[in-house]
């Protein structure tokens, strides 16, 4: 029994629990995601809709009428946040950081501690540039695409106002469906890679931030590849200007290999990505919660693996920290 | 004559941002309607239904004569905050295949109230019913959830193709008429404003209300000029050759494309039975692990001044 999951049931009247994008309570009915999970009593469901985010848990429960024990029973549907959590998703603006991601989880799992840290003082759009999210292990909860694809946009959209930041959902048809496209004789990841290249350089013709965080691509999935060297290819022609970052897509315990493979990628290239790590020890609780509200996508063995990595970054990192996530930064290698 | 398209396209009609279907924009849709039934045919035609009783009466009608006339499937869409008891009934008596109610507000019991009386009026139909969620800000899956277990009828409940509300995030840009009609929309959609004016997709009606359509053109100058622009995403000509409002993709097969499916998609990883992945945070816990923890947050409430009655 790890110390974080015995913390789940600490509970601090003052905090803000929210319910978990993946459970609705529905009359005194309780999903997850589609499936029946239980049937509650109606002091129950009514301290399960109080949980919006935007009161404490002290006035949840007052308004419901709740006593301990109830809390106690729903705690794990909830998530727990040290702070009022945004009713609504930040309006659109200008921004100085651009975090793309091909799932609509990647850019939480990999950044989600640094996006906690820094975003309030450093507006910031998260685009999810894949629009079907369509994989989910859990197909009793979530049997069609559609429903996995509502579930994750609940979870993008409310991780979005956890962290503070704007976040939109493209359409860009996923790899699944682009095997799908019949076209003649042409090839359609081609195709494919124009439109989101051009796509993404509106966006940063618009927009015009200075920091751009894309995928490292380290699992080799087709989206996060598109993605990866649609920015590659537009930073090396210089296309845009602003810094362009990579993130850690893989959690590290399980991509070493994957990392060789992407350092690799550069040698004897005029481009040169340098490797840095970003002390997230004063999010990392923050970031805990973040990982336990995606669900429909991932299981909760992985999001443990990601919270684990944080611990191996930080080892690593240069003076040690409790926990890290990595990064690179795209540079231009001097010539010699 | 040779067909400018290589199946029948979807004839999709969006009528209440116009509040109602004005005579001429009625004449428009019939024309249209008639255009193309002897040239491409029609493979469906969805409508939004517009608010005026007197005009949705009339448009449940020219849906029926169309489904009788050129036996194409024939669907109406309702919002949902305007959904009427007669409105299915009437669905129903007119031969409609489907109706689509678009969740529009974050209450879905006074419609979920109502399909349930026409479910339960004994009406014999075959009327299909599909909801499409578009309430940004609200749960998506509350509403599915809601719908799934109220009316115990195979429902669709998804996310809509387009959406009447753009919680895209990014501004609709203004662009040249050549880039915004490169729209995947139009590989298997015409759609028209109830004045008979087409539009690339549903996404550009904020344009169009906005008085930036193009204008009325005749029906078989729309028809070629769809059969041109077609397979416009698959093209490389233009610098933005993927619909720069609404960045579409993937959900862009409207209704009657697909059935329901038998079973889980196909995509979906394969995974061990299911287990209460939520609930087994807790339920892991040891006997001292639970008791140390419940004595921990009984004593934060405690110093709190309570939760209220215990």
């Known amino acids: 029994m790890s110390a974080s999951q015995i913390s789940s049931l600490v509970l601090d009247p003052r905090s803000f629990p929210v319910l978990k994008p993946h459970i609705s309570c529905v009359g005194t009915d309780v999903y997850f995601g589609s499936f029946p999970l239980a049937q509650l009593t109606p002091i129950e469901a009514e301290f399960l809709r109080a949980c919006t985010g935007d009161r404490s848990l002290a006035d949840s429960a007052r308004i419901a009428n709740a006593d301990a024990a109830c809390v106690a029973r729903l705690s794990s549907w909830l998530l727990w946040w040290g702070r009022p959590v945004l009713s609504a998703a930040i309006s659109p603006g200008p921004v100085a950081r651009l975090v793309l991601g091909a799932r609509h989880s990647a850019p939480w799992l990999g950044m989600g501690g640094r996006t906690l840290i820094e975003a309030p003082g450093l507006r910031t759009l998260v685009v999810n540039c894949f629009g079907s999210l369509g994989d989910s292990p859990f197909v009793d909860a979530f049997p069609s695409l559609s429903e996995v694809s509502a579930a994750s946009r609940d979870e993008a959209a409310l991780l979005s106002r956890l962290a503070g930041v704007q976040h939109s959902i493209w359409e860009f048809p996923d790899s699944m469906l682009r095997e799908t496209l019949v076209d003649s004789g042409r090839d359609v990841e081609t195709l494919a890679a124009t439109a989101l290249q051009n796509q993404l350089l509106a966006l940063i013709a618009s927009l015009r931030p200075s920091q751009i965080f894309a995928p490292a691509a380290l699992d080799g999935s087709p989206d996060a590849v598109l993605l990866f060297e649609s920015m590659l290819s537009a930073f090396a022609g210089g296309l845009f200007e602003g810094e362009l970052h990579f993130y850690e897509d893989v959690p590290p315990l399980d991509g070493y290999r994957a990392i060789d493979e992407f350092m690799s990628r550069f040698e004897n290239s005029y481009l040169s990505p340098r490797a840095y790590d970003v002390d997230i020890t004063s999010a990392f609780q923050e970031k805990s919660a973040l990982v336990s509200a995606l669900r429909c996508n991932i299981g909760q063995q992985s999001g443990n693996a990601w919270l684990q990595s944080a611990t191996l970054r930080g080892a690593l990192a240069s003076p040690p920290v409790p926990y890290a996530e990595r990064f690179w930064r795209l540079d231009v290698a001097s010539i010699c | ?310």
């Open chain 2, 1 to 310: 004559m040779s067909h400018p398209f290589v199946e029948p396209p979807l004839l999709l009609v969006i009528g209440w941002n116009d509040a109602e279907y004005s005579e001429k924009g009625r004449q428009s849709i019939v024309a249209l309607a008639t255009h193309l039934r002897d040239s491409a045919g029609i493979r469906a035609c969805l409508a939004a239904a517009p608010a005026e009783p007197a005009a949705r009466q009339w448009l449940f009608s020219f849906l029926g004569s169309l489904k009788r006339a050129m036996g194409a499937t024939a669907g109406i869409i309702i919002r949902a905050s305007e959904l009427g008891p007669g409105d299915l009934t009437a669905s129903s008596t007119n031969g409609l295949d489907e109706v689509v109610i678009i969740q529009d507000t974050p209450d879905p019991e006074a419609a979920i109230e109502t399909v349930r009386r026409f479910q339960q009026s004994g009406t014999p139909s075959a009327l299909g019913i599909r909801i499409w969620l578009d309430v940004p800000g609200t749960s998506f899956q509350s509403l599915t959830c809601a719908w799934k277990y109220a009316t115990h009828a195979a429902l669709r409940v998804e996310l809509p193709p387009f959406r009447q509300i753009s919680s895209n995030g990014i501004p609709p840009t203004t662009r040249g008429e050549s880039q915004q009609l490169a729209c995947e929309w139009l590989r298997t959609t015409i759609t028209v404003s109830s004045h008979g004016e087409i539009v690339p997709c549903p996404a550009y009606l904020t344009h169009h209300a906005q008085g930036k359509a193009q204008g009325e053109r005749p029906p078989a100058d729309i028809a070629v000029d769809l059969a041109q622009r077609r397979n416009a995403w698959m093209g490389t000509g233009g610098s933005h050759p993927v619909c720069a409002s609404c960045n579409r993709l993937v959900r862009f097969a409207g209704p009657f494309e697909t059935e329901i499916p038998a079973q889980p998609v196909a995509r979906i990883l394969p995974a061990p039975a299911f287990i209460d992945h939520v609930g087994r945070d807790a339920s892991q816990f040891s006997d001292d692990d639970r008791a140390n923890a419940m004595r921990k947050l009984l004593e934060r409430v405690h110093a709190a001044g309570g939760l209220g009655p215990s």
